[in-house]
């Protein structure tokens, strides 16, 4: 074994001084995005919706009217074709 070499060895894993970077003073380009039409009619449709309120007041204040009055009536039929209806248009 060679004792002398051990020397070299320990100056190769010895830390390096750190280098300094220079600071280019010109930048040309930038980054820059661009937002496409779609995104934009999407955000414009988003807000819309957060905006409209989820109760129809006019809707409610008439079947609130009409439930007092006593004229709100719903023939059997009509239930009965809403139930049928929804049972074959879902999809199992």
């Known amino acids: ?3 002398d070499a051990v020397n ?3 100056q190769i894993y010895k830390p390096s ?9 010109n930048v040309k380009n930038k980054d820059a995005y661009e937002i496409s039409q779609s995104a934009k009619d999407y955000q ?8 409209a309120s989820d109760i129809r007041e006019d ?3 008439q079947m609130k009217e009409a439930l007092a009055s ?4 719903v023939s ?9 209806s929804n049972y074959f248009d879902c999809s199992i």
Request: hydrophobic letters at 45%; a positive charge.
């Open 59 to 61: 809707k409610v204040a």
């Open 8 to 10: 070299q060895i320990s």
């Open 44 to 51: 414009v449709a988003r807000k819309a919706v957060a905006e």
């Open 76 to 84: 059997a039929q009509e239930i009965a074709e809403k139930i049928v």
């Open 17 to 25: 001084g750190a280098k300094k970077v220079e600071k280019s003073g």
């Open 1 to 3: 074994m060679r004792v």
């Open 70 to 73: 006593g004229s709100y009536n």
